[in-house]
């Protein structure tokens, strides 16, 4: 039918849905086995590596722990996050947007000129800065379908376009500084949750993910369809309880749970919600696993393309704003330097695979974790931006070669 995902696409998880069918509790272990053997390992090698980075810098720099700085990590994150929340959609199609870091500073600039030197209300101009993002991604898409140029190509001809454009709308000026009791500023640099409101977030994220999992079950149940096991379904929402409520403790005892941050995991978590549950995600990740097959069961692969690269710029512009607040001012070196590399390199290290059809949202989440963890942990040991450099590079390529190997597993074991 029409639409309809490719067999292909859903083979591992019939395989997974019959041994939990079968089985149950055990057959869900199994299962989790089967995948770990075939080389689907999921987000475990990114946890692991950010446990490992996080007991170095605390054993080097006990201060890296310290609830202060790790109030600074979750604000410093999230500018970058968003970018690579954007680069997510587009690796899911196997392609790729190398201007994200000149889109957000041509956004950063629009902002800062347009509410400070035009006088626009606040809203009004970081509405006008991200919609300028979503116009560059629709000619990205436009292009793209309508010459079969590769988006490599694309993106490397916006990174210099828009970096240019950037100095233009800047000026001889060069640097716009936002007010500091502004909303923008205020907002990223100085609105916290109350010591209460982070627990009522862990309460709330926990009832979501038990009411979400109870549904589906439901769902599936009534389809003929196998079903998660109870005690994995309340286990998770337990686990989670106590994880947030870890993280709001520690916050909690210098300024709290940034706001910022907050709202940056809560569009992470719709955004893996629209890729996993709905159509529109589903039809990504089919195009990006085989598109041949994609086009032929009737999705509409221009209008995927078409749609990803708006949302990839979307989140660039507004990443764009958000870094413009965070460091209060907009000028000519906004967006530059290792932004653009940092975000494309967050989703990889995440897990999303440069290849297409594997990946999910919360991979610019952990990748961004890691990424910052290692800029932050290296400025505490005073050591300069080479071996940061290095590092990071390093780190990117060592999760591509898990990718790669992963890839090829499944292949040999027929679940790619």
């Known amino acids: 039918m029409p639409g309809e995902l490719p067999p292909a696409v859903l083979s591992a998880d019939l395989q997974d849905e019959r041994l939990i069918q079968e089985e149950g509790l055990k057959g869900w272990v199994k299962a989790q086995g089967v995948r770990l053997r075939a080389g689907d390992l999921g987000s475990m090698p990114v946890v692991i590596g950010l446990v490992l980075i996080w007991i170095i810098f605390s054993i080097k720099a006990p201060v890296f ?35 994200v870091g000149s889109v957000s500073g041509l956004t950063a600039a629009v902002v800062a000129v347009t509410f400070v030197n035009k006088g626009w209300p606040m809203l009004v101009a970081a509405l006008f800065a991200v919609l300028c993002g979503t116009v560059i991604g629709l000619v990205y898409g436009v292009v793209f379908n309508r010459f079969g140029v590769p988006s490599f ?10 970096l240019g454009v950037q100095l233009l709308v800047l000026g001889n000026e060069g640097t716009v500084n936002l007010p500091f009791n502004s909303g923008l500023v205020q907002f990223a640099n100085g609105t916290f949750l109350p010591s209460w ?43 989670l309880a106590l994880g947030l409520a870890i993280v709001a403790f520690v916050l909690n005892r210098d300024r709290g749970v940034p706001l910022m941050f907050v709202l940056f995991v809560l569009v992470v978590a719709v955004m893996d919600f629209v890729i996993r549950r709905t159509k529109w995600g589903r039809t990504i990740m089919a195009v990006g696993g085989n598109i041949e097959a994609a086009r032929r069961s009737g999705i509409n692969v221009r209008r995927v393309y078409l749609t990803v690269f708006v949302t990839c710029s979307t989140f660039a512009g507004l990443g ?92 040999r074991a027929g679940r790619a």
Request: glycine share 12%; aromatic share 4%.
């Open 65 to 99: 722990i310290s609830p202060q700085n790790l109030v600074n990590l979750t604000i410093q994150l999230v500018p970058i996050g968003i970018l690579s929340l954007g680069i997510v959609f587009v690796l899911l199609l196997g392609e790729i947007d190398l201007s």
């Open 153 to 162: 190509v694309i993106t490397l001809a916006g990174l210099l376009a828009f």
């Open 197 to 239: 409101g982070g627990y009522v977030v862990a309460l709330v994220s926990a009832v979501v993910v038990l009411a979400a999992g109870l549904t589906n079950n439901r769902t599936r149940a009534s389809a003929g369809l196998s079903t998660l096991p109870g005690s994995i379904i309340y286990g998770r929402a337990v686990l």
């Open 320 to 411: 764009g704003v958000l870094l413009a607040s965070r460091l209060s001012a907009a000028n000519q070196s906004t967006g530059a330097g290792d932004v653009n590399l940092n975000a494309i390199a967050a989703a990889v290290i995440g897990g999303t695979s440069l290849f297409g059809g594997r990946g999910s949202a919360y991979s610019a989440l952990l990748g961004i974790f890691v990424i910052q963890s290692i800029s932050n942990g290296l400025d505490l040991l005073n050591l300069n931006s080479a071996i940061r450099f290095i590092i990071t590079g390093l780190v990117t390529l060592l999760a591509v070669i898990i990718d790669s190997t992963t890839r090829r597993r499944r292949a």
